[in-house]
């Protein structure tokens, strides 16, 4: 077990709010299944029936899980994150999340080449040729392999309309 | 003797030159996605089910088992040489196999590997062919109760027999559920649980969710580790394979009792990572060189490989002659099936003889195949883990988007991968399980429609659960069983301490 030095998050808060969470999924589904009866009908149970047993049971098991915690992981002071993963975290979920959020107003392609070079130069601290190099093969293979070869396409944006690429 | 001429029948289909080159390029894609962190099996499975959408099923299923097989393989080549299991189910590899090629035992420890693997596999895919006659003797026995009562023992089986605490596989099998229940409801045409977005009246994807709970979850918590290989160079010297062959028949009573192990575990859906360390445990219990267990041990890389292979083939077959998947990889793989337009289940083996003895058929063939293709590109495909991880990383996450959005070619499916890796990272560090989930994902609505039509047919009434025929009834007690042993086990536990 680690010690609690540099500790960012412990195991017992990341059970509490994990368990919080899924259960207010839970609510949500419920809440979502009241629109179409949750009874039982003429020929078996309503559309949200199903649905709204699955939300309750969710609340439920997570209620336990809650409770699992409080008795076990209180005591134990174990790290879920410490200082140094969070940063190897963030440095990771970040610019993931800013290729997910370029993709889907610039499409795609775009998207990959500004993230494979970004992450290249600002974090691999490779030399901007090479960057652009790997990045923009990267695209180009993946046109070839998916538009080309086996005629799926991709999400495109502004630029690939401006060019004329479809 | 049916099955015989039914697997010969089976043969002549998958026996051409465009399914062995999609074998071949099954299992390279296949080794590919097991040797890099952050792929592994199910997901590399998702990432090439929508390129299969307009194949022919028996040629999209060869595809996809090869790559499965490849996958397994190329899980254990990283354990050994990496110390880095590719696939949870290849965790029991490293123990004996990074410390022989520690030892400059690489190349005995992978042939050993690989062959295990392969004898693994075949007995699995034997035991298939000698089940899959049976499975159409009752294939007619099934209606709507039989169904929902064998889903349900697949879903008690979960949380019954699953390693970690029961209550957090309940949780991850109701968001499962949950999810699977948005969108079109089958039987009645409601929007349900859309909350007004059209996007999702489709549905979520159970892809989707692989994609994100596996590969970028994974992804993720390889990052936090903080990366770092300490590889050994991989160099395959004939000799060596040889005399590792030679060395395999020493090991028969270790071969025959790990595949056991692997096809029990395989058909009921304990899974290949269950069966691997079970099987690793066994070795060592009954082992003359207890001591030498974790130091380099061959029977210690045997054992887990066998194991894992068998159960990984004999996944399959439930999944084809019930439609329960015995792994999350099967679970993909199902979901495949029924995008092709096949329903699995018993009736699929009367109603598409070509489909299920080609696939059997094909396992043969693939498992040959890929065990000579994986000694063949050992060493090439270890080199790949010396590229830099900050060129490999963010190329892994292009194309689990990249997949992401293939499967329907809707933007919400990336926003959706991203909590999905989320929830997929943290639970994989607070130790819920995530094939239940997948599995929920994937069953969800065929167990509703189950019920409900069920109670279609009994108007209403639970008793046909228990009445309609010997069969569901004995199904419904064992789930119900299996449903109540965390609990028993947990009373018992308590009373034993007590006394």
Not at chain 1, 83 to 100: D, K, N, S
Not at chain 2, 485 to 497: I, M, N, Q
């Amino acid at each position: 077990m680690r010690t609690t030095s540099g500790v960012l998050l412990s195991r017992f808060a990341m059970e509490i709010a994990t368990a919080l969470v899924t259960a207010s999924i839970g609510a949500v589904v419920c809440f979502g299944s009241l629109e179409f009866g949750t009874g039982w009908g003429d020929a078996g149970p309503q559309p949200g029936y199903f649905p709204f047993y699955v939300g309750l049971i969710l609340i439920f098991a997570s209620g336990v899980n809650l409770a699992m915690a409080l008795v076990h992981h209180r005591e134990r002071l174990e790290a879920f994150l410490t200082t140094e993963q969070a940063h190897r975290v963030t440095a990771f979920f970040g610019p993931m999340f800013l290729f997910v959020l370029v993709s889907s107003f610039l499409g795609v392609y775009v998207g990959m080449i500004l993230y494979l070079f970004c992450v290249m130069v600002f974090q691999g601290h490779y030399p901007v040729h090479k960057a652009l190099a790997v990045a923009l093969s990267a695209a180009v293979a993946n046109y070839f392999l998916f538009e080309v070869w086996f005629q799926v396409p991709l999400l495109k944006g502004p630029l690939e309309a401006m060019l004329g690429i479809h | 003797m049916d099955n015989f001429s039914n697997l010969l029948d089976g043969f002549s289909i998958a026996f051409s030159l465009f399914h062995l080159a999609l074998m071949a390029v099954g299992v390279l894609l296949g080794i590919l996605v097991g040797v890099l962190p952050g792929l592994g099996a199910p997901n590399g499975v998702s990432l090439l089910l929508p390129l299969t959408f307009t194949m022919d099923p028996v040629s999209a299923i060869i595809l996809l088992t090869s790559m499965y097989w490849g996958a397994l393989f190329g899980g254990s080549t990283t354990s050994i040489l990496f110390n880095i299991p590719g696939e949870p189910s290849s965790v029991a590899t490293t123990f004996d196999g990074y410390p022989m090629a520690q030892q400059g035992h690489a190349t005995h420890a992978l042939t050993l590997a690989f062959m295990s693997a392969g004898s693994g596999a075949m007995f699995g895919v034997v035991v298939i062919t000698l089940l899959s006659g049976w499975v159409t003797e009752f294939a007619l026995q099934f209606s709507s109760p039989e169904y929902f009562a064998v889903f349900l023992l697949t879903f008690a089986s979960f949380i019954g027999m699953g390693s970690g605490s029961a209550w957090k596989a309940v949780v991850s099998m109701m968001l499962g559920f949950a999810c699977a229940t948005v969108g079109m409801d089958g039987i009645s045409g409601n929007m349900r649980l859309t909350f007004g977005f059209s996007e999702l009246v489709k549905g979520i994807s159970f892809l989707v969710a692989v994609i994100g709970l596996f590969g970028l979850g994974e992804l993720m918590q390889t990052m936090e580790e903080g990366l770092r290989f300490d590889g050994i160079h991989a160099r395959i010297r004939i000799r060596d394979v040889f005399k590792a062959v030679a060395s395999m028949p020493g090991h028969w009573l270790t071969l025959l009792r790990s595949a056991v192990i692997g096809c029990w575990m395989g058909i009921t859906p304990g899974g290949p990572t269950a069966a691997s360390f079970m099987s690793y445990g066994l070795a060592k219990r009954f082992s003359r060189n207890k001591d030498n267990f974790g130091k380099g041990e061959p029977a210690g890389v045997v054992a887990p490989e066998t194991a894992d292979h068998s159960a990984g083939t004999c996944a399959i077959l439930p999944m084809l002659a019930l439609g329960v998947p015995g792994s999350a990889t099967a679970a993909v793989m199902m979901g495949g099936l029924m995008i092709w337009g096949l329903t699995p289940g018993p009736m699929l083996f009367i109603e598409r003889p070509d489909f299920v003895w080609g696939t059997i058929a094909s396992m043969y063939l693939g498992n040959v195949m890929a065990v000579v293709l994986v000694l063949a590109t050992v060493p090439m495909f270890a080199a790949i883990l010396r590229i830099p991880f900050s060129i490999i990383g963010p190329l892994i996450v292009v194309v689990c988007f990249i997949g992401a959005y293939t499967i329907s070619g809707s933007r919400l499916d990336l926003w959706l991968a991203l909590p999905f890796g989320v929830l997929g990272y943290v639970f994989k560090k607070l130790g819920y399980p995530i094939a239940p989930m997948v599995l929920a994902m994937v069953l969800g609505d065929k167990a509703e429609d189950a019920f409900r039509q069920s109670m279609m047919m009994s108007k209403g009434s639970l008793s046909i659960f228990w009445t309609n025929s010997p069969l569901v009834a004995t199904i419904m007690v064992l789930a119900v069983l299996l449903l109540s042993w965390p609990l028993v086990s947990a009373v018992l536990k308590r009373f034993r301490k007590v006394a």
